[in-house]
């Protein structure tokens, strides 16, 4: 965007406050500048403003065609694609207000979104969702169509619920040309105060709860935080990969690319995602704390499976890397020798690695959505990527942001020129932001339960320290009491245990009617996999594996080196590799990947139990559903294993 035409703060806020708004703004002054690409069949597809904004004009008015009103709600059920954009902006501009779902949803999950928002359209993705809604359609009374945009599949259906994107498309042009002013009217209607999106909670206490967000809390919100990070009016690149469903997402992705005019690019698909990564290299990148686990997990062993040589210099130049970031983030002066010796590590192997990460033009990078080992945030240091621990929630915006240059792994940084966050007697985070949500959808009372004397109360147990960085140790409800009355708490050591290239997840167990800490882990089985396979270790399936001398071995090394950063009563004592992963489908994690503490430890209770008795094995029975639509259960040995002291 050239000098001229950038929007300024006045702007946004007095005359272009809505997304559709800033959507015409971007096609009447630059219709022909690239505004999001998508890759497809290996090629990067680029969408200029004017395609994105004629799209989202046709795609509203077939929409209004159809019946949608002012306020109605629509869900939106898929992948992060372009289409999502075209839809939702497109629901917004009718005045209606969209609803975002994950692509991986069970179909009672659909019907309890769909039914709870009292959505009267669904825009799908494929034939997978459509199959998904169409299992429960009769106990939808309230749904008048489900459009679908990828039709792959789905040519032979017969059902009056279904109609293509294209079709309403081609409906909404041929409604243009006998209407043409509503489209502009039904804009220039919208208010910062309308509700844009419903974003779901994650509901890991409890069913998942529709958090109203307005355009205040999205462009102005978004405006601020671009200006505060000093992304606004960039033209970064972005690439966008958590789902849209999720309210950071809404922010920095659909949002930033209208306040922000960054370009957006949507991978081919999930498999493809890292190496689509690399393509793009993006300037502003988001990811979820999973994510950079799992970006972790692969550098280490990837140097393991390394040459010789390589190990070697990757174990010679690591420490130089993490030496200087520790510096910084204490913000002294890195001498001259130092700075000369990082040069030489970061051109001899941080910035290969960089390259092969897509990271090599990263400005920014936010982590979201959950707390991180503060060892994974210093690794990325060491490459020179300051990865920043954002916090905030749904309901109350970002709250804290890392100041770049002084990033110091344990903190969420201090808190952001919009937002007041104060501690309570408990120890719980309270807070207060100038872009609120507007309340959860239908749950009055649930929205008043959440506030204390006008502050929100966030539910995490926390601390600020002497410079005013907020440090966040885990939820209230998660921090647990040991027979002794000392309490510990089991994110802490979850999430330094994640930092581990074997283990992918992990349940800390404790109590007060338990004498020390335990632990159930799933391996990262592509990891411990190729651990196998180069000890010449055989195995068949993920229990086999899991059960192994030689992994369990493995598995106990990684909890004794965590355990040396803990003190004596929080120390790990006996743990158990599950013969399975925890998985959303099976509603042991949420859809963000949180992990849902009390439903897992109701589910493996007896397991539980083993571990603090005195038995050296137990015999899990599992339910196990065939292709064939049978079912039947399995019975397998899993090992209670100590961790010498």
Avoid at 195 to 210: E, N, Q, W
Wanted: a neutral charge; hydrophobic letters at 40%.
């Amino acid at each position: 965007m050239t000098p001229q035409t950038r929007l300024s703060q006045e702007q946004i806020e007095m005359e272009y406050n809505t997304l559709p708004k800033l959507l015409r703004y971007h096609y009447e002054q630059h219709p022909d500048h690239v505004a999001l690409r998508e890759k497809r069949r290996g090629v990067w597809k680029s969408c200029t403003w004017h395609t994105f904004y004629e799209k989202t004009r046709y795609l509203c008015l077939g929409l209004v065609s159809l019946g949608l009103q002012p306020n109605d709600k629509v869900t939106i059920l898929g992948e992060s694609k372009p289409e999502w954009l075209y839809a939702e902006l497109a629901v917004q501009a009718a005045g209606g207000i969209a609803v975002g779902l994950f692509s991986d949803c069970t179909a009672s999950e659909v019907k309890y979104y769909v039914e709870d928002s009292e959505s009267v359209f669904i825009i799908a993705h494929d034939q997978e969702q459509v199959d998904k809604v169409l299992l429960v359609e009769n106990e939808l009374p309230l749904l008048k169509k489900v459009i679908y945009w990828d039709s792959k599949g789905l040519w032979n259906y017969e059902n009056s619920l279904l109609v293509s994107f294209n079709e309403v498309l081609k409906t909404g042009k041929e409604f243009d040309e006998s209407y043409p002013e509503i489209f502009d009217r039904n804009i220039d209607k919208g208010q910062s105060d309308d509700i844009a999106v419903i974003c779901y909670t994650s509901g890991t206490t409890g069913k998942p709860k529709g958090a109203k967000l307005n355009y205040r809390f999205l462009v102005h919100g978004t405006m601020q935080w671009a200006g505060f990070d000093d992304w606004m009016g960039k033209r970064y690149e972005y690439l966008s990969f958590i789902p849209l469903a999720i309210s950071i997402e809404q922010q920095l992705g659909l949002a930033g690319s209208l306040v922000a005019e960054m370009k957006i690019n949507f991978p081919e698909k999930p498999e493809t995602a890292q190496a689509d990564f690399r393509e793009i290299a993006p300037d502003v990148l988001l990811y979820a704390a999973r994510m950079w686990e799992m970006i972790s997990r692969t550098i280490q062993v990837k140097m393991i499976d390394s040459t010789w040589a390589r190990r070697v210099i990757y174990r010679l130049f690591l420490p130089i890397g993490l030496k200087v970031a520790r510096t910084k983030s204490e913000r002294k002066k890195v001498s001259f020798f130092w700075r000369a010796m990082n040069l030489l590590a970061y051109h001899s192997v941080f910035r290969q690695l960089r390259d092969n990460l897509g990271l090599v033009n990263a400005k920014i990078a936010y982590s979201g959505g959950a707390a991180i080992s503060p060892d994974i945030i210093q690794l990325f240091l060491a490459m020179n990527v300051e990865v920043k621990l954002v916090y905030g929630s749904t309901e109350t915006f970002v709250l804290t942001i890392p100041v770049s240059g002084e990033i110091r792994p344990e903190t969420s940084g201090p808190v952001v020129p919009w937002a007041q966050v104060k501690i309570s007697d408990e120890g719980e985070i309270l807070a207060k932001s100038k872009y609120m949500f507007s309340g959860y959808y239908n749950n009055a009372s649930a929205s008043q339960n959440k506030f204390k004397d006008g502050w929100y109360r966030t539910g995490d147990f926390g601390h600020i320290d002497n410079d005013r960085h907020l440090i966040v140790i885990d939820r209230m409800e998660d921090l647990k009491p040991l027979a002794g009355g000392k309490k510990f708490s089991p994110q802490y050591n979850e999430v330094r245990l994640r930092f581990s290239p074997f283990i992918k997840d992990v349940l800390v167990i404790g109590g007060e009617t338990r004498r020390f800490v335990t632990a159930v882990v799933n391996i990262d089985m592509n990891n411990v996999g190729q651990f196998a396979e180069r000890k010449g270790i055989p195995y068949t399936t993920y229990n086999d594996l899991s059960q192994k001398a030689e992994v369990i071995e493995l598995v106990r090394n990684e909890i004794t080196q965590v355990n040396r950063l803990l003190p004596d009563h929080a120390r790990i004592s006996k743990f158990a590799n599950l013969y399975k992963e925890f998985d959303a489908d099976d509603a042991e994690l949420t859809r963000t990947r949180k992990l849902k503490r009390t439903v897992v430890e109701e589910r493996y209770k007896d397991l539980i139990e083993a571990l603090y008795g005195d038995e050296k094995e137990y015999i899990a029975e599992a339910s196990v559903a065939y292709r064939d639509g049978r079912s039947g259960i399995i019975k397998t040995s899993i090992k209670l294993e100590t961790v010498e002291e």
